[in-house]
């Protein structure tokens, strides 16, 4: 199978081709499919070390898998998690606003790599640059991770700016094995959060075990309001403040479609639409509206 594939590999529809957006993102096994390329901004300038073994031929795996708030019931309610969006309120401001969301499949002996990386691109050379400007992301774990299979994170380096990544590389003889990055070993449940201007990567799964990373991201509503377009977006787009209202009802859809489902939980209170609940309900009608195809309205910086 390959991207854009219409048929699944027993000939019946693939799925995912109702949504505006590719769900699968496909790679040959353990490769590093941004490193060293242009993609995303040009922000992975060094291809990691792949594993000799590579087969050229070796039927695609899955690398990516996108819009889990409209591929998954349990995706959109997790979006709705009341205590993820308290962080979530408590480091980007109760009117914080959505990022994107991607799971990172990684699997034993197959998983790519992605290579060193800070993930903002839009406001290195702000004059308001500060360590949180890009915001951050959560990672929620399916699977219990090992330093083989999990993400390598350096602490600290959200406050160093722009790094330069080669000469990073290079002053560690070339070794990507950076001694100051630390693995988040995880137990399956756990959730981690990183700044996105921290220097992050991991490395092709050669290992046994199996990773699946949900992973989904807030900012401030002050970074992304007026910014322009970045990574998988039109550089010609500027985020409004309709842009921002559409993607960020998202989040107030999540938190009834989790109120809906765990009806003795506390529900999250999303300032933003505070006194518009009822209108954001899931229901069908809204799921066809707000959901459908929402990664459309991500927020990228
Ligand atoms: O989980 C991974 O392996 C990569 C995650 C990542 O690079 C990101 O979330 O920006």
Redesign the pocket.
């Known amino acids: 199978m390959d991207n854009g594939a219409k048929v699944d590999r027993h000939g019946r529809p693939a799925y995912g081709q109702e949504f505006a957006r590719p769900v699968f993102s496909l790679i040959r096994p353990l490769v590093d499919p941004w490193g060293g390329t242009a993609a995303l901004g040009g922000r992975h300038p060094v291809k990691m070390r792949q594993p000799t073994f590579i087969d050229e031929a070796a039927p695609k795996v899955v690398f990516l898998m996108t819009g889990m708030c409209q591929t998954m019931a349990s995706g959109l309610r997790l979006y709705g998690h009341p205590k993820l969006l308290a962080v979530a309120a408590s480091i980007n401001g109760d009117d914080f606003v959505p990022y994107n969301d991607a799971i990172?499949i990684k699997q034993p002996g197959q998983g790519g790599a992605?290579s060193w990386?800070q993930?903002g691109v839009t406001h290195w050379d702000n004059p308001a640059w500060d360590p949180g400007i890009h915001g951050f992301?959560f990672?929620v774990q399916l699977y219990d991770t090992s330093a083989a299979s999990c993400?390598w994170v350096v602490p600290g380096s959200h406050r160093e700016g722009k790094i330069d990544i080669p000469a990073r590389l290079a002053a560690n003889g070339g070794e990507e094995q950076l001694p100051d990055a630390v693995p988040l070993v995880c137990r399956a449940g756990d959730v981690t959060i990183a700044n996105r201007q921290a220097l992050?990567?991991?490395f092709a799964n050669t290992s046994p075990d199996f990773r699946a990373?949900l992973?989904f991201g807030f900012h401030r509503r002050a970074s992304v309001l007026g910014a322009k377009g970045a990574l998988s977006e039109e550089g010609s787009v500027i985020y409004d403040e309709a842009r921002i209202e559409a993607r960020s009802k998202v989040v107030a859809v999540a938190i009834d479609a989790r109120a809906q489902h765990y009806p003795e939980e506390p529900r999250f209170p999303y300032a933003p639409f505070a006194g518009r609940e009822a209108e954001l309900a899931l229901t069908p009608e809204n799921w066809e509206r707000i959901i459908r195809d929402y990664n459309l309205n991500d927020l990228s910086i």
């Open positions: 990172f992605v990386h993930d992301n990672q993400l992050h990567g991991s990373s992973t």
